[in-house]
């Protein structure tokens, strides 16, 4: 059991930028990989960063390349979003997921990876 809570989601204006943070209590031991997903309304939950456990390999779909990036603190049990340059279509609830395997990219992994999740955070662009 892997209890995680997201935090610092909010309102910013369109090139703006915001860090959510993501703690993981409980059986924070056995978390490998980490990711973020997000889902705004009517539409599939996506995958926005990974990570693996030690830190050093990251992914990212086109639509947030080069604008976000996914970092992790171990030794507080933490993983972090860092979002710039945000764009409306940005506007989604953000998800912290953890996996007890670990990560080797290439491919970003899907929901089904994942075996804990946080509650979200809403994170909402204006133009």
């Known amino acids: 059991q892997v209890q995680l809570v997201e935090s610092g989601g909010g309102l910013v204006q369109a090139g703006g930028s915001l860090r959510l943070s993501c703690a993981a209590s409980?059986?924070?031991?056995?978390?490998?990989?980490m990711g973020w997903f997000r889902q705004a309304p009517g539409k599939e939950r996506e995958i926005v960063a990974a990570?693996?456990?030690?830190?050093?390999?990251?992914s990212y779909p086109d639509s947030v390349k080069g604008r976000f990036t996914i970092s992790r603190d171990n030794a507080k049990n933490t993983v972090y979003l860092q979002m710039n340059s945000l764009k409306a279509e940005d506007t989604a609830v953000y998800y912290c997921a953890a996996s007890g395997s670990d990560y080797i990219g290439f491919t970003l992994p899907p929901p089904s990876f994942y075996s804990s999740w946080g509650q979200g955070t809403q994170v909402t662009v204006s133009s």
């Open positions: 409980g059986r924070a031991f056995s978390v490998r990989a």
């Open positions: 990570i693996n456990r030690s830190g050093g390999s990251t």
